[in-house]
């Protein structure tokens, strides 16, 4: 964006060699904007010595003359003045990106550094030429981060079976052994004896006799056992059916009684 600032020069010492006739009015019009050419960047950054450039401003002031005797005005380009003027910018958040803030200025293909003073956001410095600018820090250094180890998974490999051929099998040979026959005694060949290992025999195989012996006597005692039960069984029956069978006849014989005694009463009242 573009600014102004108007300023006046009744001393003489701003606008320098500009000529000011006695009955004319001089008041300069400084314009602030961000209209920077890329040889001029290109230029400033070759003079950065390591520092970073943050933001480009052009400045230039135009003085304008007022003739007060014809009322005619005048305007005259100003490049330079007999002193510095205290310029003070903003650089918003320029301001907490680095340390060692200063101004580049690019004046007729020359760069300057020019000391600056930050305060805040606000950039103050000093110049004496309307130019191009460039204000400039050096940037904190960054944390290095700390790089993790590299883990590369380590894979077996893998062994890989070759298979194998089944095992050839000999060749039986159908013919008979041949026997060689000489004129000498016959040499006899010794078989190899075999010692039979003796296996043992399980013990039901030894005395069968006594495995059948047993398992009848298994039979006979299950059968036994099945026998005692069911003979307990009949008996607890038969004692629960004469302790019925008991009640009973004495329930009987105590409704008997009593239709007696009452039999019995009402007789003798019938009497009376």
């Given at each position: 964006?573009?600014?102004?600032?108007?300023?006046?020069?009744?001393?003489?010492?701003?606008?320098?060699?500009?000529?000011?006739?006695?009955?004319?009015?001089?008041?300069?019009?400084?314009?602030?904007?961000?209209?920077?050419?890329?040889?001029?960047?290109?230029?400033?950054?070759?003079?950065?010595?390591?520092?970073?450039?943050?933001?480009?401003?052009?400045?230039?002031?135009?003085?304008?003359?007022?003739?007060?005797?014809?009322?005619?005005?005048?305007?005259?380009?100003?490049?330079?003045?007999?002193?510095?003027?205290?310029?003070?910018?903003?650089?918003?958040?320029?301001?907490?990106?680095?340390?060692?803030?200063?101004?580049?200025?690019?004046?007729?293909?020359?760069?300057?550094?020019?000391?600056?003073?930050?305060?805040?956001?606000?950039?103050?410095?000093?110049?004496?030429?309307?130019?191009?600018?460039?204000?400039?820090?050096?940037?904190?250094?960054?944390?290095?981060?700390?790089?993790?180890?590299?883990?590369?998974?380590?894979?077996?490999?893998?062994?890989?079976?070759?298979?194998?051929?089944?095992?050839?099998?000999?060749?039986?040979?159908?013919?008979?052994?041949?026997?060689?026959?000489?004129?000498?005694?016959?040499?006899?060949?010794?078989?190899?004896?075999?010692?039979?290992?003796?296996?043992?025999?399980?013990?039901?195989?030894?005395?069968?006799?006594?495995?059948?012996?047993?398992?009848?006597?298994?039979?006979?005692?299950a059968n036994h056992t099945a026998d005692e039960a069911l003979q307990a069984a009949s008996t607890w029956l038969m004692k629960w059916w004469l302790l019925i069978l008991i009640?009973?006849?004495?329930?009987?014989?105590?409704?008997?009684?009593?239709?007696?005694?009452?039999?019995?009463?009402?007789?003798?009242?019938?009497?009376?």
């Amino acid at each position: 964006t573009d600014s102004f600032v108007e300023i006046s020069d009744p001393t003489g010492l701003i606008f320098g060699d500009l000529v000011i006739a006695p009955n004319e009015i001089a008041v300069g019009q400084i314009r602030v904007s961000t209209d920077v050419t890329e040889s001029e960047k290109q230029l400033i950054a070759q003079n950065l010595n390591g520092k970073t450039a943050a933001m480009y401003l052009n400045l230039t002031c135009a003085v304008v003359f007022y003739n007060a005797d014809t009322g005619a005005f005048r305007m005259q380009q100003l490049t330079d003045m007999q002193q510095p003027m205290r310029l003070t910018v903003d650089i918003g958040e320029y301001a907490s990106k680095g340390e060692n803030y200063c101004v580049l200025r690019e004046h007729a293909g020359v760069v300057d550094e020019l000391a600056a003073t930050l305060n805040g956001t606000m950039l103050s410095f000093e110049s004496s030429k309307f130019s191009t600018y460039s204000v400039a820090y050096t940037a904190f250094a960054q944390p290095t981060p700390t790089p993790m180890p590299s883990v590369s998974p380590s894979v077996a490999p893998v062994p890989t079976s070759t298979p194998q051929g089944k095992p050839s099998a000999k060749p039986v040979s159908s013919s008979m052994p041949s026997v060689n026959i000489s004129s000498s005694t016959p040499s006899v060949v010794p078989v190899p004896s075999v010692a039979a290992s003796a296996v043992p025999k399980k013990e039901s195989e030894i005395y069968p006799d006594d495995n059948i012996k047993d398992d009848s006597d298994t039979a006979a005692s299950a059968n036994h056992t099945a026998d005692e039960a069911l003979q307990a069984a009949s008996t607890w029956l038969m004692k629960w059916w004469l302790l019925i069978l008991i009640a009973i006849a004495l329930a009987t014989a105590i409704v008997v009684g009593v239709l007696i005694v009452k039999k019995h009463k009402k007789g003798k009242h019938a009497k009376k």
